[in-house]
């Protein structure tokens, strides 16, 4: 008996550490491949976008037409109609959609909106529907058969265009017929609110300045984010594509992924800032969390057979492969913190640590551990020019060993489950300037107990890893306890505050409080 639970754990320890491995080491690919792009193609795109605007009279530009959806948002939403009814293109090319599946006060704020956007002559609309069929998947959809613009942008209610957006992404667009989509790059309003939205600014960070131009620059399969890009119509309407599909919980990355099996290209653009607000608590943070990461997995199980059976090459199917199932890493992540105890008793008590197999098992995962830390270390420098990123390090760690267990729950589920309920991240309409508690709040789970569980469980693996001296393995289980018990206690269920955003007063209109542009 003792001879298989030895086998047990040897396997279980031996595929997490292969597999987290394989995705550090995909992390410094994608991180080479960037590097050899990126000043050429940011050069090329503000050329282009240049070139663009040069001596073109207004009825020449193509009609966009922007999509907010919106659901339950009534402390954003006044917000970015404001922003991209404010967008500065040509008068008569640009359509405003509010796609308004709401059931509360988000309604009048919606309506009154745009009676004082309709009066400045803005074109502006709101769609409406009698359920939430398809949730944001099935808003889009039915805004794009009412919606009469060649190209179609797509803003999330907590997000911030600014003024020149459309003019930066429309060029790139315009200038490529077999050009599906353009993504832009998402920035962060509250990043510095504390240290959990420093935190996932960082890792955001690493994927839109290192990540989305790797993929897009070197002919590979990448995604629209679901918001902050512009779609060109006939992609969405391909017959081949299938336009908006409700069937994962992540319909932006299967439209994504769809458009480039029909044969459409999506390019990203890094210089298209686009300012949003981060989850602001724990409970906003794992809901949207638990959506992306059973969505993708989703998406992996929908498409990879298609995928492989494509014409894209090796490298591109390989990328694809790992992209879907990347967040996987949370499950290898869980179970390598939980056969790490046993893995001492089946190791005879440690006198084997000092073998190559074990030393050269611990050398792959400090190598894999330090991929997100080293690759979003140089995103930052990339953006702002300094290296002072690796101070956002140990509270990214942290926050990545605590959700683990969380988001190996989704990744299961979307294993096993398809399509699911759209669960909107609760936003509160800050700006990192003033702390603001959001109108709603997030479904609460028993899985915190869990979590303060497993990070004294992680505990006492770290106290027998040190004993036994072994104590440079034994940090990435103090990381681990760290993680579990700061995640656990931040989720435990508390007192609801105020609803602030609930009593608020109608907005009037008024010139003078219209924002400008982020």
């Known amino acids: 008996m003792f001879t298989v639970f030895r086998w047990v754990v040897l396997i279980l320890f031996s595929t997490a550490t292969v597999a987290l491995a394989v995705y550090g080491l995909h992390l410094y690919a994608l991180l080479y491949l960037f590097r050899r792009r990126a000043s050429r193609r940011r050069r090329d795109q503000g050329e282009l976008m240049a070139a663009y605007h040069r001596g073109r009279s207004p009825e020449h530009y193509p009609v966009v037409t922007s999509q907010i959806p919106v659901y339950n948002e009534a402390d954003v939403v006044r917000r970015v109609i404001d922003h991209v009814a404010q967008m500065d293109y040509p008068p008569g090319r640009h359509e405003v959609q509010v796609l308004d599946d709401s059931t509360d006060l988000t309604c009048r704020l919606i309506d009154d909106a745009i009676e004082e956007w309709r009066s400045r002559g803005v074109d502006i609309k709101v769609a409406r529907r009698s359920n939430r069929q398809g949730y944001k998947a099935g808003a889009l959809a039915n805004g794009l058969g ?9 803003f999330d209610a907590d997000f911030v265009p600014p003024r020149d957006f459309l003019r930066k992404a429309v060029p790139l667009l315009a200038a490529d017929d077999g050009l599906a989509c353009i993504q832009g790059r998402w920035e962060h309003l509250n990043r510095n609110q504390s240290w959990l939205t420093s935190a996932q600014a960082m ?24 918001t902050a890009g512009v779609w060109r119509r006939a992609a969405i309407d391909d017959p081949s594509v299938g336009g908006w599909s409700g069937d994962t919980l992540t319909e932006d990355l299967d439209l994504s992924y769809r458009a480039q099996l029909a044969g459409w290209r999506l390019d990203y653009c890094l210089d298209m800032p686009c300012p949003a607000e981060l989850p602001p608590t724990i409970a906003a943070l794992k809901s949207q969390q638990r959506r992306w990461a059973q969505g993708s997995i989703q998406v992996a199980c929908k498409l990879l057979p298609r995928i492989w059976c494509s014409r894209s090459t ?17 499950l290898w992540m869980l179970m390598l913190a939980i056969v790490a105890r046993p893995l001492l008793l089946v190791l005879d008590g440690g006198r084997v640590f000092a073998t190559q197999w074990f030393v050269g098992a611990w050398v792959v995962i400090l190598l894999s551990a330090i991929a997100p830390s080293l690759t979003y270390t140089y995103a930052r420098y990339s953006l702002d020019g300094y290296w002072m990123g690796w101070r956002t390090i140990p509270s990214m760690l942290i926050l990545g060993c605590g959700l683990c267990a969380s988001n190996a729950l989704a990744v299961l589920r979307g294993l096993w489950r398809r399509g699911g309920e759209f669960v909107r991240t609760p936003k509160s309409g800050s700006d990192g300037r003033t702390a603001r508690h959001s109108s709603y709040s997030v479904a609460q789970s028993h899985l915190w107990v869990v979590e303060i569980l497993l990070g004294l469980y992680s505990v006492a693996s770290f106290l027998v890893y040190f004993r036994a001296e072994q104590r440079a393995f034994s940090l990435f289980l103090l990381i681990y306890a760290v993680g579990f018990l700061v995640v656990g206690w931040m989720s435990r269920p508390q007192r609801p505050s105020a609803p602030a955003a609930m009593q608020q007063t109608v907005f009037q209109p008024s010139s003078s409080t219209a924002p400008t542009g982020a």
């Open 203 to 226: 890792g955001i960070d690493g994927h839109f300045a290192i990540e989305q131009g790797a993929r897009a620059w070197n002919g590979l399969m990448m995604n629209f984010n679901g």
């Open 146 to 154: 009412q919606a009469r613009g060649e190209f179609v942008a797509v």
């Open 314 to 330: 090796l490298g591109a199917k390989l990328e694809a492969s790992l992209h879907l199932t990347h967040y996987s890493v949370a």
